[in-house]
Each structure stands twice: as C-alpha cells, then as structure tokens.
C-alpha cells in the first residue's frame, strides 16, 4: 500500500513516545482512533468499517484536546 510508505505515516508509526490508539468513539460501523504522540501532538484514525461510503466527524472533546488545534491530513493528500 501506498499510504504505508508515506513518510508521515512511518514517523506515527515510530513515534517515540509509545503510547497505544485508544477507540475514542464508535457509532455503527463508524469509529474514531485517537493516539497522543511525542511533542504534545495526537493522531486520529476516522475508520468506517461498513460497507458504503458515509461522513465522519471528529469531536475535539471526544479526544480531549483544544478546539483551536492544528489539523494536518496524512491521507488524502
């Protein structure tokens, strides 16, 4: 897979502070992953596991951190 090789992804992915996702939320077939990172960052997984397309929102107080936080998507780039 292509996104498995994304520099970004290799770096949450080795992230040296070590800590676990934890299911932040789940409704149905939707989830929401959170994992806190090194330097105060966090990184979200929004995972639909159905079988067709649906919208997925993140709600800062579900992952606790700071509604004027800066948001960077790895994905769809």
Known sequence: MEIMETKEVIAINQDPHGVQAKKARME????????????????????????????????????????????EEIYGR
């Open 28 to 71: 149905g077939d939707i989830q929401v992953w959170a994992r806190p990172l090194s330097g105060y960052r966090v990184v979200l997984l929004l995972l639909n596991r159905g079988p067709t397309r649906s919208p997925i929102t993140a709600f800062w107080d579900d992952i606790d951190i700071h509604a004027n936080s800066i948001v």
